[in-house]
C-alpha cells in the first residue's frame, strides 16, 4: 500500500523559508502515470493546492504562489520536497502531499494523501 | 484568477438527499475539468470519493453520486448519514497542470 509522509520544522520564522520533504514509500515516485504535490489547510480553513512535480523535474504551481515556491524531486531517495519563501503568519497551515493521477482512469485525482504536518509561522 | 465555488455549510435531515454543487466564477463546469469530491472529518486528510466527475473511489457507497448539471459540477449524497457531517472538496483541474480546490462546504445532518 502506497504511504505519504511529511517531515520537516513545525515552526517557521517571518521572512524565512519554509521546508517539507515527502516520502513515498509502497512504491516508486518515477513512475510516468502520476504528479506528486503539495496542499495546504490553513487552521479553520479550506485547501488549497499549492503545486506538484513529476519524476522528471516538470513542475506546475498555482499562480498565487508561483513566485514564492519551488518543488523539487529526488528519485534515488522516493522524496519530493517544497520550499516557500518569504513566508508570513498567513503561510501557517498543515501541509499534505499528495499523489494526483495521470492517467486515462482517475485523471487529476488526488488518491493518496500523506497524514498532513502543521508548520506555524511565528518569531 | 479562476475560482471554483461551493456553498459554505449545507443541512440535510437524516435519510434525507443533499446536492453540493461546484462551480466556477467565469465559465461553466464540464467533464473536461475532471471534477473530484473530496471527504474531510476533521484532523484528518481528505478521501477521494468521486473522480472523473462521477466515477466513486474503491470502497465508496453508491449513495454518493457525482455528476455535471448545467455548468456546474454536483455531489448528491442520498440516505444521509450521522457520519456524512463533515466537509466536502471539490477540484476541477484547470489544464496545463493546475488544479483548483473549490472553497469547501460544510454538511451538518440533523
Known amino acids: 500500500q502506497l504511504q505519504l509522509q511529511e517531515s520537516g520544522p513545525g515552526l517557521v520564522k517571518p521572512s524565512e523559508t519554509l521546508s517539507l520533504t515527502c516520502t513515498v514509500s509502497g512504491g516508486s515516485i518515477s513512475s510516468n502515470s502520476y504528479y506528486w504535490g503539495w496542499i495546504r489547510q490553513p487552521p479553520g480553513k479550506g485547501l488549497e493546492w499549492i503545486g506538484s512535480?513529476?519524476?522528471?523535474?516538470?513542475?506546475y504551481y498555482s499562480p498565487s504562489l508561483k513566485s514564492r515556491v519551488t518543488i523539487s524531486v529526488d528519485t534515488s531517495k522516493n522524496q519530493f520536497s517544497l520550499r516557500l519563501s518569504s513566508v508570513t503568519a498567513a503561510d501557517t497551515a498543515v501541509y499534505f502531499c499528495?499523489?494526483?493521477?495521470?492517467?486515462?482512469?482517475?485523471?487529476?485525482?488526488?488518491?493518496?494523501w500523506g497524514q498532513g504536518t502543521l508548520v506555524t509561522v511565528s518569531s | 484568477q479562476t475560482v471554483v465555488t461551493q456553498e459554505p455549510s449545507f443541512s440535510v435531515s437524516p435519510g434525507g438527499t443533499v446536492t453540493l454543487t461546484c462551480g466556477l466564477t467565469?465559465?461553466?463546469?464540464?467533464?473536461?475539468?475532471?471534477p473530484s469530491w473530496y471527504q474531510q472529518t476533521p484532523g484528518q486528510a481528505p478521501r477521494a470519493l468521486i473522480y472523473?466527475?462521477?466515477t466513486r473511489s474503491s470502497g465508496v457507497p453508491d449513495r454518493f453520486a457525482g455528476s455535471i448539471l448545467g455548468n456546474i459540477a454536483a455531489l448528491t449524497i442520498t440516505g444521509a448519514q450521522a457520519d456524512d457531517e463533515c466537509d466536502y472538496y471539490c477540484v476541477l483541474y484547470l489544464g496545463s497542470g493546475i488544479s483548483v480546490f473549490g472553497g469547501g462546504t460544510r454538511l451538518t445532518v440533523l
Open positions: 467565469s465559465g461553466s463546469v464540464s467533464a473536461s475539468y475532471y
Open positions: 512535480i513529476y519524476y522528471s523535474g516538470s513542475t
Open positions: 499528495a499523489r494526483r493521477a495521470h492517467t486515462p482512469i482517475g485523471f487529476a485525482r488526488f488518491d493518496f
Open positions: 472523473s466527475t462521477n
